[in-house]
């Protein structure tokens, strides 16, 4: 579980500076010529789907204390189910193809939910990671399913109201912008959420789940709802994943992606979403980095998460807020 002062809720004025400069450098990026642009447009679009990733997945961890090594069920699921909506001659709607997907990975949620919020500590930990294993083998096992191999998804989603199309998705610059414009409004989203009755009652659930009980709240429909908001919500990113690379098999379900998701939000600190988003950034760059470097990049890759556990154990934000001093309050 994590512990409550790990969570950095607030943030200094010079840290919330330097994140707005980074989401205007984002959205003046496309504008900016490089040479092999399209190929650094499709790597910011997957470091941010990967930053909504770890954000649904910080509304469990860093905001309600509940540590899943399963929530890339979720993401793989929606992933899958754009790959077995889209039919193989045309694209699908996005306005019904993205609601559909995100609910579907939502649903699954709440039913794996039910059974295992029940659970604590370790052994919520485990049953997670069970039942993503249970899933993830499913897929893999079945050829009906796409098997090892996986799925292609042959056309990115129909944009169009009427026949008008409003924007096109598989224009690379669009669908960086849609990505963009999708994780602003689920961080605006998930900030209010925070701050919302709902989200401090999830907050005391993390302090102390046993007094929040004994003042008369009923933690476990509460616990429930995170789990089945944090699973619609990696169901979008996975949506989004499976649109941008066109491809989705097993291993997007796997323990590894997990894993991931759990280092980012403790490499850019936990219970701000911020964090989530800029661990996604800094973990998928030093990543790339690393693997440019050589066929050893786990090596190094565990050793730098160690360094920053070490160093700055609530996250790069808990860095910058020693750097800037005094937590300022957050918009």
């Given at each position: 579980?994590?512990?409550?002062k790990?969570?950095?809720?607030?943030?200094?004025?010079?840290?919330?500076?330097?994140?707005?400069?980074?989401?205007?450098?984002?959205?003046?990026?496309?504008f900016?010529?490089?040479?092999?642009?399209?190929?650094?447009?499709?790597?910011?679009?997957?470091?941010?789907?990967?930053?909504?990733?770890?954000?649904s997945?910080?509304?469990?961890?860093g905001?309600?204390?509940?540590?899943?090594?399963?929530h890339?069920?979720?993401?793989?699921?929606?992933?899958?189910?754009?790959?077995?909506?889209?039919p193989?001659?045309?694209?699908i709607?996005?306005?019904?193809?993205?609601?559909?997907?995100?609910?579907?990975?939502?649903?699954?949620?709440?039913?794996?939910?039910?059974?295992?919020?029940?659970?604590?500590?370790?052994y919520?930990?485990?049953?997670?990671?069970?039942?993503?294993?249970?899933?993830?083998?499913?897929?893999?096992?079945?050829?009906?399913?796409?098997?090892?191999?996986?799925i292609?998804?042959?056309?990115?989603?129909?944009?169009?109201?009427f026949?008008?199309?409003?924007?096109?998705?598989?224009?690379?610059?669009?669908?960086?912008?849609?990505?963009?414009?999708?994780?602003?409004?689920?961080?605006?989203?998930?900030?209010?959420?925070?701050f919302?009755?709902?989200?401090?009652?999830?907050?005391?659930?993390?302090?102390?789940?046993?007094?929040?009980?004994?003042?008369?709240?009923?933690?476990f429909?509460?616990?429930?709802?995170?789990f089945?908001?944090?699973?619609?919500?990696?169901?979008?990113?996975?949506?989004?994943?499976?649109?941008?690379t066109?491809?989705?098999?097993?291993?997007?379900?796997?323990?590894h992606?997990?894993?991931?998701?759990i280092?980012?939000?403790?490499?850019?600190?936990?219970?701000?979403?911020?964090g989530?988003?800029?661990?996604?950034?800094?973990?998928?760059?030093?990543?790339?980095?690393?693997?440019?470097?050589?066929?050893?990049?786990?090596?190094?890759?565990?050793g730098?998460?160690?360094?920053?556990?070490?160093?700055?154990?609530?996250?790069?934000?808990?860095?910058?807020?020693?750097?800037?001093?005094?937590?300022?309050?957050?918009?």
């Amino acid at each position: 579980m994590s512990s409550p002062k790990a969570q950095l809720e607030k943030l200094p004025q010079g840290v919330q500076m330097l994140l707005a400069l980074g989401a205007v450098a984002l959205a003046v990026f496309p504008f900016v010529p490089l040479t092999g642009s399209d190929f650094y447009l499709q790597m910011l679009s997957q470091m941010m789907i990967l930053a909504i990733f770890a954000m649904s997945l910080d509304l469990l961890q860093g905001v309600t204390g509940l540590v899943s090594l399963g929530h890339a069920a979720y993401f793989g699921l929606a992933g899958y189910a754009l790959a077995f909506l889209t039919p193989a001659d045309a694209p699908i709607s996005l306005w019904w193809a993205l609601p559909v997907s995100a609910l579907g990975a939502g649903l699954a949620a709440l039913i794996i939910g039910f059974f295992v919020v029940r659970t604590h500590g370790i052994y919520f930990i485990m049953v997670t990671m069970a039942f993503a294993q249970m899933i993830f083998f499913l897929f893999f096992d079945n050829k009906t399913l796409g098997g090892s191999d996986g799925i292609y998804v042959y056309f990115r989603p129909d944009a169009s109201i009427f026949g008008w199309q409003v924007i096109d998705l598989e224009n690379k610059t669009t669908f960086f912008y849609f990505t963009l414009l999708v994780l602003v409004l689920v961080y605006l989203f998930l900030r209010r959420l925070l701050f919302s009755p709902f989200g401090r009652v999830l907050a005391g659930i993390r302090v102390n789940e046993h007094r929040m009980r004994a003042v008369g709240y009923g933690t476990f429909g509460y616990k429930l709802a995170a789990f089945t908001l944090a699973g619609t919500l990696a169901g979008v990113a996975g949506f989004l994943w499976a649109a941008q690379t066109g491809y989705v098999n097993p291993e997007l379900m796997g323990f590894h992606m997990s894993a991931h998701a759990i280092m980012m939000i403790i490499l850019g600190g936990m219970g701000n979403f911020a964090g989530a988003i800029v661990g996604a950034f800094a973990f998928e760059y030093v990543m790339h980095f690393f693997k440019d470097l050589t066929k050893h990049w786990q090596l190094l890759m565990g050793g730098f998460i160690v360094l920053v556990v070490l160093v700055a154990p609530r996250g790069l934000l808990g860095l910058g807020e020693r750097l800037f001093g005094k937590r300022g309050d957050t918009p």
